[in-house]
């Protein structure tokens, strides 16, 4: 039997007007994620995976053209037609939390670290700033916190420890779903490694689901049960975290693996050539065209759906059937 | 690099480490210390007493200060008051005569400026009839005054008075066979006998014991009499006095409280409106923004002096009044601008979304992530701008507009201005209010610039 979706978002489109004309970040994604499950974004830098997480909770920039679609999570409705007030009692924080890309910006250099944990708590239930702070204290010890970092200013964290406060920030309310923006770059490999190994432990713990989003296929592997390949503001490839890695079917995810070095085989990590597209003025029909070594002439024109290749497994290619096996995955 | 120092502790910490700041602290806290003293030292009803000019009677008026002795002894004196009079009470058939003798010492080089005699009488019906001598260390004896006083305090202005310096004239006759047309009895009284014993330039001065004589008599036995007699020198206190014998001390004190007092409210008053206003402008939306701005245009471009000055033609004003008007006019400014960038800036920050994305309401945002940011800012503004209020109530005071109750530096500046002190060489009434201006505006301006290196680290020095 089919449990329902957690999150279900259809159609999602968010634009931003620029002076050279709107900017596509998210054109038309469409994706469903159970409860516990972990959904990997996956996409070069540019491809506006991080557009679709603020379209996701809706915190828009102020140059935003459009935004459509729906967004319907757990029975909290749609967020994208829902008024400003209901989102921010029925969804932030309490819903959906995010751990935004570069946590070393997300904590205010002047307030201190414990109080800006504490802030949600005060705010959607109602804390004083004694209640809270057990609270926060709870919260930081899940994350590994030692308890003097609560008075501490941010500067005088490390990254580590900084990027720890922010995901206790998002736990803090005990959300269903975590949204987690990039939340190892910029961090060493051990660092890395520690903090891959915590939001795993806290997805155990509390049965959290996560949109973990990332350029790094093999870092995704690591917590991923489905997996989005996200290229120009679409969704070119949509499936379980087997089949894509294993039976990638689309030439971008294809590439997209063979450019991850590996340890156990002997082999050069390829370079996808070309550069990402202008998202004011993509490319017409398959987006992946200009780079793509299989393009033919329906590329250029006509832009591909995304079809259900079984179990699904979606993949948005006009050769899909054909190109399945031209992949050596990272198996 | 060092971080940014936070939290305002750790910024104070800062600014008074450096060097800037401590000496900015320092003469702050100087004049903190001279103004919480200043109650005690010269209470209020002294300060009151600015404008009763009978309250400085004692002093010497336009009198250098009393140090300038030490520099220049040949050429200062102090002011030698005789009020210890031994009293004689004689009884003459129905007259009663009352006879009170005082002496002094009179050692300095140089002539007194004034001699004054008071002379406090205490009758039941009949006016007695007083004769006062003082008698000079040669042994000649001059006649000060005759005459019969009436009840209370009588001022017997010896040296201005034509109708005392007539007596003077009589004693000069005597001496010199003649009298000049101009006489100055501070001089003769004080000048060994010469026929230039009327010049001051050419005369000695006779010194030793003078002796003061008073003699009442009447046909009241309860009679009574106090004189004292007041020799006026060229010096006198720590500062000087003006043309009214006022003490400038006295002025000086009262202006530190006066000028710290308007110029930290106003700064701090004007500079927190100001940064909340442009902030919650920028942060509410564009509409409010623009209104803000456009309002701290037009406050920028009017000129508050002038209307300071209109107002002040139509009321009374004191200084709280004058401080209200201030900050009316300064609601929104230049500061509004600055905090308004700094808005716009931290709005971009992640955290600011962040608190948007876990539901913090825009009241919130501002009030816990954005004004602490502008916080430490705020102190380098209010340390930068409180000069200018010091000067404007300076200013005012100077053109006669400020709280005419108390006395400031800016008024005494003013008074010796109009009383042509630089051109008469009255160097203390000039140079002792502007130094106390300057002091202040030192201060903060050194603290300003401290507090600017902290919290802005590019200005920071390896
Ligand atoms: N506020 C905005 N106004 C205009 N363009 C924007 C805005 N935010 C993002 N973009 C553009 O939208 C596109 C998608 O950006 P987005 O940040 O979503 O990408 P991303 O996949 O998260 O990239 P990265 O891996 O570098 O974080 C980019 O071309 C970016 O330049
Ligand atoms: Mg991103």
Same mark, same amino acid.
């Not at chain 1, 700033?129 to 609270?135: C, D, L, V, Y």
């Not at chain 1, 991923?224 to 996200?230: E, G, L, P, Q």
């Not at chain 1, 398959?286 to 259900?308: G, T, V, W």
């Not at chain 1, 497994?313 to 059937?321: Q, R």
């Given at each position: 039997?089919?449990?329902?979706?957690?999150?279900?978002?259809?159609?999602?489109?968010?634009?931003?007007?620029?002076s050279?004309?709107?900017?596509?970040?998210?054109?038309?994604?469409?994706?469903?994620?159970?409860?516990?499950?972990?959904?990997?974004?996956?996409?070069?830098?540019?491809?506006?995976?991080?557009?679709?997480?603020?379209?996701?909770?809706?915190?828009?920039?102020?140059?935003?053209?459009?935004?459509?679609?729906?967004?319907?999570?757990?029975?909290?409705?749609?967020?994208?037609s829902?008024?400003e007030?209901?989102?921010?009692?029925?969804?932030?924080?309490k819903?959906?939390?995010?751990? #935004?890309?570069?946590?070393?910006?997300?904590?205010?250099?002047?307030?201190?670290? +414990?109080?800006?944990?504490?802030?949600?708590?005060?705010?959607?239930?109602g804390?004083?700033?004694?209640?809270?702070?057990?609270?926060?204290?709870?919260?930081?010890?899940?994350?590994?916190?030692?308890d003097?970092?609560?008075?501490?200013?941010?500067?005088?964290?490390?990254?580590?420890?900084?990027?720890?406060?922010?995901?206790?920030?998002?736990l803090?309310?005990?959300?269903?779903?975590?949204?987690?923006?990039?939340?190892?770059?910029?961090?060493?490999?051990?660092?890395?490694?520690?903090?891959?190994?915590?939001?795993?432990?806290?997805?155990?713990?509390?049965?959290?689901?996560?949109?973990?989003?990332?350029?790094?296929?093999?870092?995704?592997?690591?917590?991923?049960?489905?997996?989005?390949?996200?290229?120009?503001?679409?969704?070119?490839?949509?499936?379980?975290?087997?089949?894509?890695?294993?039976?990638?079917?689309?030439?971008?995810?294809?590439?997209?693996?063979?450019?991850?070095?590996?340890?156990?085989?002997?082999?050069?990590?390829?370079?996808?050539?070309?550069?990402?597209?202008?998202?004011?003025?993509?490319?017409?029909g398959?987006?992946?065209?200009?780079?793509?070594?299989?393009?033919?002439?329906?590329?250029?024109?006509?832009?591909?759906?995304?079809?259900?290749m079984?179990?699904?497994?979606?993949?948005?290619?006009?050769?899909?059937?054909e190109?399945?096996?031209?992949?050596?995955?990272?198996? | 690099?060092?971080?940014?120092?936070?939290?305002?502790?750790?910024?104070f910490?800062?600014?008074?480490?450096?060097?800037? +700041?401590?000496?900015?602290?320092?003469?702050?806290?100087?004049?903190?210390?001279?103004?919480?003293?200043?109650?005690?030292?010269?209470?209020?009803?002294?300060?009151?007493?600015?404008?009763?000019?009978?309250?400085?009677?004692?002093?010497?008026?336009?009198?250098?200060?009393?140090?300038?002795? #030490?520099?220049?002894?040949?050429?200062?004196?102090?002011?030698?008051t005789?009020?210890?009079f031994?009293?004689?009470?004689?009884?003459?058939?129905?007259?009663t005569?009352?006879?009170?003798?005082?002496?002094?010492?009179?050692?300095?080089?140089?002539?007194?400026?004034e001699?004054?005699?008071?002379?406090?009488?205490?009758?039941?019906?009949?006016?007695?009839?007083?004769?006062?001598?003082?008698?000079?260390?040669?042994?000649?004896?001059?006649?000060?005054?005759?005459?019969?006083?009436?009840?209370?305090?009588?001022?017997?202005?010896?040296?201005?008075?034509?109708?005392?310096?007539?007596?003077?004239?009589?004693?000069?006759?005597?001496?010199?066979?003649?009298?000049?047309?101009?006489?100055?009895?501070?001089?003769?009284?004080?000048?060994?006998?010469?026929?230039?014993?009327?010049?001051?330039?050419?005369?000695?001065?006779?010194? +030793?014991?003078?002796i003061?004589?008073?003699?009442?008599?009447?046909?009241?036995?309860?009679?009574?009499?106090?004189?004292?007699?007041?020799v006026?020198?060229?010096?006198?206190g720590?500062?000087?006095?003006?043309?009214?014998?006022?003490?400038?001390?006295? +002025?000086?004190?009262?202006?530190?409280?006066?000028?710290?007092?308007?110029?930290?409210?106003?700064?701090?008053?004007?500079?927190?409106?100001?940064?909340?206003?442009?902030?919650?402008?920028?942060?509410?939306?564009?509409?409010?923004?623009?209104?803000?701005?456009?309002?701290?245009? #037009?406050?920028?471009?009017?000129?508050?002096?002038?209307?300071?000055?209109?107002?002040?033609?139509?009321?009374?004003?004191?200084?709280?009044?004058?401080?209200?008007?201030?900050?009316?006019?300064?609601?929104?400014?230049?500061?509004?601008?600055?905090?308004?960038?700094?808005?716009?800036q931290?709005?971009?920050?992640q955290?600011?979304?962040?608190?948007?994305?876990?539901?913090?309401?825009?009241?919130?945002?501002?009030?816990?992530?954005?004004?602490?940011?502008?916080?430490?800012?705020?102190?380098?503004?209010?340390?930068?701008?409180?000069?200018?209020?010091? #000067?404007?109530?300076?200013?005012?005071?100077?053109?006669?507009?400020?709280?005419?109750?108390?006395?400031?530096?800016?008024?005494?500046?003013?008074?010796?201005?109009?009383?042509?002190?630089?051109?008469?060489?009255?160097?203390?009434?000039?140079?002792?209010?502007?130094?106390?201006?300057?002091?202040?505006?030192?201060?903060?301006?050194?603290?300003?610039?401290?507090?600017?290196k902290?919290?802005?680290?590019?200005?920071?020095e390896?």
């Open positions: 039997m089919k449990m329902t979706a957690l999150l279900s978002v259809s159609g999602l489109h968010l634009y931003y007007r620029t050279r004309g709107p900017v596509r970040a998210v054109d038309g994604v469409s994706l469903e994620l159970k409860e516990g499950e972990t959904l990997a974004v996956v996409g070069e830098s540019g491809s506006g995976k991080s557009s679709m997480a603020y379209a996701i909770i809706r915190v828009l920039p102020r140059n935003v053209q459009r935004y459509c679609g729906s967004v319907v999570f757990d029975d909290a409705g749609d967020i994208v829902m008024d007030e209901s989102v921010r009692r029925k969804v932030r924080w819903g959906i939390s995010m751990v #935004f890309q570069g946590a070393m910006n997300s904590l205010n250099p002047v307030v201190k670290v +414990g109080e800006q944990i504490m802030e949600p708590l005060i705010i959607h239930l804390y004083t700033k004694e209640g809270a702070r057990g609270e926060a204290a709870r919260a930081m010890v899940d994350v590994g916190l030692p003097y970092v609560m008075d501490r200013y941010p500067h005088e964290l490390s990254g580590g420890m900084k990027q720890r406060a922010v995901i206790s920030m998002a803090v309310m005990k959300p269903k779903l975590v949204i987690l923006d990039e939340p190892t770059s910029a961090l060493d490999v051990m660092t890395q490694a520690n903090i891959m190994n915590l939001l795993k432990r806290l997805k155990r713990q509390y049965g959290l689901s996560y949109i973990f989003i990332t350029h790094d296929l093999a870092l995704a592997s690591e917590l991923a049960d489905i997996v989005a390949i996200m290229y120009a503001g679409k969704i070119v490839e949509l499936g379980s975290a087997e089949d894509v890695y294993l039976r990638p079917a689309h030439p971008y995810t294809q590439k997209l693996l063979r450019s991850v070095p590996l340890l156990r085989e002997d082999r050069e990590p390829e370079f996808i050539p070309g550069a990402p597209p202008d998202l004011v003025d993509p490319p017409p398959c987006r992946f065209h200009p780079r793509c070594p299989y393009a033919k002439e329906i590329c250029r024109r006509e832009e591909p759906e995304l079809k259900d079984g179990g699904e497994h979606m993949v948005a290619c006009h050769f899909t059937g190109l399945r096996g031209g992949a050596d995955g990272l198996g | 690099m060092s971080e940014q120092p936070v939290g305002i502790k750790q910024i910490k800062e600014v008074a480490k450096s060097k800037a +700041g401590a000496l900015g602290f320092a003469l702050l806290v100087a004049m903190l210390i001279l103004a919480m003293f200043t109650p005690i030292l010269a209470p209020y009803n002294v300060a009151r007493a600015w404008n009763d000019l009978r309250y400085w009677q004692d002093n010497p008026a336009l009198a250098a200060p009393a140090w300038v002795r #030490f520099l220049s002894p040949n050429s200062y004196s102090g002011t030698v005789l009020s210890n031994s009293l004689e009470r004689s009884f003459h058939g129905q007259y005569l009352v006879r009170r003798t005082g002496s002094f010492v009179y050692m300095y080089d140089v002539f007194p400026t001699v004054r005699l008071l002379l406090d009488v205490n009758y039941t019906a009949r006016k007695p009839r007083v004769i006062a001598t003082l008698e000079r260390p040669d042994g000649k004896g001059v006649t000060l005054y005759n005459g019969m006083p009436v009840k209370g305090e009588n001022v017997v202005s010896v040296s201005v008075d034509p109708k005392y310096q007539k007596l003077i004239g009589y004693f000069l006759y005597e001496e010199l066979g003649y009298v000049p047309a101009a006489i100055h009895p501070e001089i003769v009284l004080f000048a060994k006998k010469s026929k230039y014993m009327n010049d001051r330039q050419r005369a000695d001065v006779l010194k +030793g014991t003078y003061l004589e008073v003699d009442a008599i009447s046909f009241e036995k309860n009679l009574s009499v106090q004189p004292k007699l007041i006026y020198g060229n010096s006198y720590i500062a000087g006095t003006d043309n009214y014998r006022r003490d400038l001390t006295v +002025g000086l004190m009262w202006g530190a409280p006066v000028a710290l007092a308007f110029g930290t409210i106003a700064a701090v008053v004007t500079v927190l409106l100001q940064v909340v206003i442009g902030a919650a402008g920028a942060w509410i939306g564009p509409r409010a923004d623009e209104i803000v701005q456009r309002a701290a245009d #037009f406050f920028l471009v009017i000129p508050v002096l002038p209307i300071l000055i209109l107002i002040n033609v139509v009321y009374t004003i004191n200084i709280w009044l004058l401080l209200s008007w201030v900050i009316l006019f300064s609601i929104v400014g230049g500061v509004t601008k600055i905090s308004r960038s700094m808005v716009l931290i709005r971009e920050e955290y600011v979304e962040a608190a948007l994305s876990y539901g913090a309401s825009k009241k919130r945002i501002l009030t816990f992530h954005i004004l602490p940011r502008i916080i430490p800012y705020t102190f380098a503004l209010i340390a930068l701008s409180a000069p200018s209020y010091v #000067f404007l109530e300076a200013a005012l005071s100077f053109l006669g507009l400020g709280d005419p109750n108390i006395p400031s530096w800016g008024r005494l500046l003013g008074q010796a201005f109009d009383a042509g002190a630089l051109y008469y060489g009255w160097w203390w009434w000039v140079i002792f209010p502007a130094l106390m201006i300057m002091l202040v505006s030192l201060g903060f301006t050194l603290l300003s610039y401290a507090f600017d902290v919290v802005n680290p590019r200005l920071r390896e």
